[in-house]
């Protein structure tokens, strides 16, 4: 997968370019407007991360002429203004997703991901991961052929982590896409879900396949 | 889209750039041209009348002065019909008043015949048919035409019978003409002078009315200066109240509460910042020092993963507290209107105490909701606030302790939500403080949860849907919040 990130602010872009090659994506990066929307035009990018704030041309404009151009690359934005204002403005600009600064890297990790595959066709409705199977028509989980009780929510939130098994996945991101709601105290209203959800899921097994991934975030997968 | 409002705003005439003109003109050039136009005015009139006064008086006299003369000569002629120097007298000599004949006299018998004439008559230029018939002898009201000779001089004219001979057999017409030019010079004179009276009087009445409104709107000029003084100096500084003329008290007052406004504002500025830098010292002191303290020595790869990962933590919080503050300063931002959405109250509180139902059983609590009431709000930030008040109730709360929610609409159609709990409670000196940002009870400042961020962000919440937040508690017994929504028609 070929990303280009348009970032004027040199750290954020490095750091970005590391984190996205280890993650094996290849990378390209414009430092502002005018260059992010010539090479945008120019190569063949699967998702493009355009910083809102940038020199000579911002993200906006960047994104607007991208669409003129007739050009449906994906595009997650990064803005610095929590502005209701500014993702709507975003979204109806043509923007797939957006990002407010400061965001985990995780998060972002886990947002270009979604939008990728977005693009694809859906997932199956059956998901494996080791000896963990979950069927969503039938809203059954099992595990070394033992039926799991789950909750609806405790479902929804397997689901999460087994689509994206092998991903760390942000608490934020976790409590948006399970509760469809952000949580302003340090609630550990996603501790104690995945705490209950390892009682079910985990341990009554020998390998545990939800770990936690400290300052991160969760992950499913065997390890 | 702007350029087509400016268009828009063209359409409308001259005539309102004409009142806004006037309502930015100056007091002192307003009143001034409101003067000169009222003094116009009563001049117009006064002047009016008396110009009218004159001419009628005029008129009057010259009426007056005919009918005399038309009386004396009936009874010269009546009486001493052989005089004929008396008659003479008054016809040839009376007349001539002054260089000039102020009145002409003609007597003429019954064929047209005349018999006696102020000699100055025939070289006049009076047309004499332009004499009215002439009155019977009955009659001793003149009949009265007027005439205006090549030579610009003005008569009146009118004519009578009369009689005359011993037994007054003898027909007589006698034909008078006055002189009336000198009445039109009067008239001229008073009009000129009227005239200057007038524009005299505006050009004065305007100089004065300026000069008034100047001396009038001297106290404004000291009112500016004292504001001026005022701000400059500090913000805890009032405008006296008794010092002013009446007028100016509201405004001083106004001006006064203004200053009080600000000055708690920027109290709160200040001491909100303040607030702010220690709640950012204390991660970002833990990041420097954890940094440092790895970097003093080589470690093995977990000591650094560690450290990482601790520091990770420390950014979360402060990125968490950007996040909040963000949110308070937009809502505070009046500009912002909440998204508004129809929604049953109670079945989105169900939903939220469903996501904490296991955070509080777990903690060992049981937690809750009841009640329905349609609410019009912006349901992410209804949300929002519950989420708030839920965490905060577990978290001040022991096991065996009971959360309830419950949603009322009250008779006057105010939506009114009560998180309750049985929990530790605030002490009274502390309640006040709660919605204070950053603001936490001293047993959670021990602890370190919270961020102190919580009601303020619940209030903001409220304040964006013209809504209120109450909180009761007593120590020992728990904690009550109440969120109150007003009726959707008073929004």
């Known amino acids: ?223 | 889209m702007f350029s087509r409002h400016a268009d828009a705003q063209r359409g409308p005439s001259k005539r309102r750039g004409l009142i806004r003109a006037w309502r930015s003109a100056s007091i002192t050039a307003r009143l001034a041209i409101l003067y000169a136009v009222l003094t116009l005015a009563i001049l117009s009139v006064v002047t009016g009348l008396l110009y009218w006064a004159v001419t009628v008086s005029l008129g009057h006299d010259d009426q007056r002065f005919l009918g005399e003369k038309v009386h004396v000569l009936r009874t010269m002629l009546a009486e001493r019909p052989d005089d004929q120097a008396l008659l003479h007298e008054e016809v040839d000599w009376e007349t001539g008043v002054i260089g000039h004949a102020r009145y002409f006299v003609q007597i003429s018998n019954g064929q047209g015949q005349v018999l006696n004439q102020t000699p100055g008559l025939p070289d006049s230029g009076i047309n004499p048919k332009a004499f009215p018939a002439p009155i019977p002898i009955s009659s001793t009201r003149p009949r009265i035409n007027t005439s205006q000779t090549a030579a610009g001089r003005r008569y009146l004219l009118t004519s009578a019978i009369a009689r005359t001979g011993s037994h007054g057999q003898q027909r007589r017409i006698v034909r008078l003409a006055v002189d009336v030019s000198n009445d039109e010079r009067i008239l001229g004179d008073f009009r000129r002078i009227a005239e200057l009276v007038l524009l005299a009087g505006v050009f004065l009445s305007a100089l004065l009315g300026a000069g008034v409104a100047r001396y009038g709107l001297r106290p404004l000029g000291r009112l500016a200066r004292t504001v001026e003084a005022t701000t400059a100096l500090r913000l805890d500084q009032r405008i006296e109240p008794g010092a002013w003329p009446r007028e100016f008290v509201p405004l001083a007052a106004a001006f006064n509460q203004l200053l009080a406004h600000l000055e708690e504002a920027f109290a709160r500025l200040s001491g909100y910042a303040a607030d702010l830098a220690h709640e950012l010292r204390t991660p970002i002191n833990n990041l420097m020092g954890e940094a440092e303290v790895t970097l003093a020595r080589r470690r093995d790869v977990t000591d650094y993963e560690q450290t990482l990962a601790s520091n990770l933590e420390e950014y979360q919080r402060l990125a968490r507290i950007i996040d909040r503050l963000l949110f308070l300063a937009r809502a505070e931002n009046t500009a912002v209107r909440p998204a508004s959405a129809s929604f049953d109250a109670g079945a989105v509180l169900q939903d939220v105490v469903d996501v904490y139902r296991p955070t509080a059983e777990e903690a060992g609590l049981t937690l809750d909701s009841s009640g329905h009431a349609p609410l019009a709000a912006d349901r992410d930030l209804f949300r929002r606030a519950l989420s708030n008040l839920l965490d905060n109730a577990i978290r001040h709360s022991e096991r065996g302790d009971r959360i309830g929610a419950t949603v009322r609409r009250e008779n006057d159609g105010t939506v009114a939500i009560a998180i309750a709990d049985t929990g530790h409670g605030i002490a009274a000196d502390e309640q006040e403080r709660v919605f204070d940002r950053f603001f936490r009870s001293a047993a959670d400042r021990s602890d370190g949860a919270g961020s102190g961020l919580g009601l303020a962000i619940v209030q903001s919440i409220m304040r964006l849907h013209g809504g209120d937040v109450r909180l009761t508690s007593e120590i020992g017994r728990g904690t009550t919040v109440m969120l109150h929504f007003p009726p959707i028609a008073a929004k």
């Open chain 1, 1 to 223: 997968m070929h990303l280009l990130i348009v970032e004027d602010e040199t750290k954020t872009a490095a750091y970005l370019r590391r984190g996205l090659q280890e993650n094996g994506f290849r990378v390209d990066v414009a430092a502002n407007g005018i260059d992010g929307l010539h090479r945008a035009l120019e190569g063949a990018h699967d998702l493009i991360v355009l910083d809102v704030m940038l020199p000579h041309l911002d993200g906006w404009h960047v994104l607007q002429e991208l669409r003129a151009a007739e050009r449906t690359t994906p595009v997650l934005l990064l803005t610095a203004r929590d502005g209701v204002d500014d993702r709507v403005k975003g979204l109806e600009g043509g923007a797939d997703d957006y990002l407010v600064k400061p965001f985990a890297f995780s998060e972002l990790l886990a947002r270009i991901r979604v939008v990728l595959r977005r693009a694809q066709p859906q997932s199956e409705p059956v998901v494996t991961v080791a000896d963990l199977v979950l069927d969503v028509l039938t809203r059954r989980a099992m595990r070394q052929e033992a039926r799991i009780d789950l909750t609806a929510r405790e479902f929804a939130l397997l689901w999460l982590l087994m689509r994206h098994a092998g991903e760390v996945l942000s608490r934020t991101l976790i409590s948006e896409k399970v509760w469809d709601m952000n949580f302003d105290g340090d609630s550990n209203v996603v501790e104690v879900a995945i705490r209950r959800l390892r009682r079910k899921v985990d341990a009554p097994f020998d390998a545990p396949l939800i770990h936690t991934v400290r300052g991160m975030g969760y992950v499913l997968e065997a390890r």
